[in-house]
Structure formats: C-alpha cells, structure tokens
C-alpha cells in the first residue's frame, strides 16, 4: 500500500508560481511512474504531467508544456510540480499519482493510476 499526500497548493495571482509536493509512504516509490492530474470544478480529472521512475523522462499535457516542471526525489519518496506563469484556467484541485504502467514519454490514463492523493486547491485569480 502506498499512500500520497500533496502539499503546497493555495491562492496565486496570474503570472504567479507555485510548487506542488507529493510525498509518498512505503518503500516502492521509485517503482511507479508518478504523474499529476487535475479537476476543475464541474469537468472530469484530467491528466497534467508524468515523469518516468528515474526522473529522466517526463511528459506534458500541451497545455502547460513549457510553464509546468514535474520532478521526483527517489531518496525522499517526494514528486514535484512546479507551476510558472499561471493562468485562471489552471484553477482546479491538483492530485499526485502512481502508476505501475510500463511507460514511456506519453500521457497517464486513469485507468493505469493504482493510488491516487488526497487533492491540494490550486486557485488562480488577481
């Protein structure tokens, strides 16, 4: 069993930044492909970014290519997403998760997640 638990979301002005954590328990981390999704009020989850178990490869949805950066820390079982150039349409609760998936520099599909985190409110808005 694995469990994720996010941090660092808030209230940010447009242009603004932040950085996402995700902390994850037990001893498998560096076993599972590890990606961030997120969900606006109203819509479906959808995929934002995936990073391989080295950290050498990773993935973005178009939208937030070259404004987002996803990164892991094996040795502290920790996955990142930094957030620059915000927008108000990035406004959504912003969820960390793992996947066993045999990989490879594309999106995550929900149905490959095995565990998910709890959610952490990213809000953009002057």
């Known amino acids: 069993q694995v469990q994720l638990v996010e941090s660092g979301g808030g209230l940010v002005q447009p242009g603004g930044s932040l950085r996402l954590s995700c902390a994850a328990s037990?001893?498998?981390?560096?076993?599972?492909?590890m990606g961030w999704f997120r969900q606006a009020p109203g819509k479906e989850r959808q995929f934002v970014a995936s990073i391989s178990r080295s950290g050498a490869i990773s993935y973005y949805v178009p939208s937030v290519k070259g404004r987002f950066t996803i990164s892991r820390d094996n040795a502290k079982n920790t996955v990142y997403l930094q957030m620059d150039s915000l927008k108000p349409e990035d406004t959504a609760d912003y969820y960390c998760?793992?996947?066993?998936?045999?990989?490879?520099?594309?999106?995550?599909?929900?149905?490959?997640?095995?565990?998910w985190g709890q959610g952490t409110q990213v809000t953009v808005s002057s």
């Open positions: 998760a793992s996947s066993p998936a045999n990989w490879g520099s594309r999106p995550l599909f929900r149905s490959e997640i095995n565990y």
């Open positions: 037990g001893r498998t981390f560096s076993n599972y492909v």
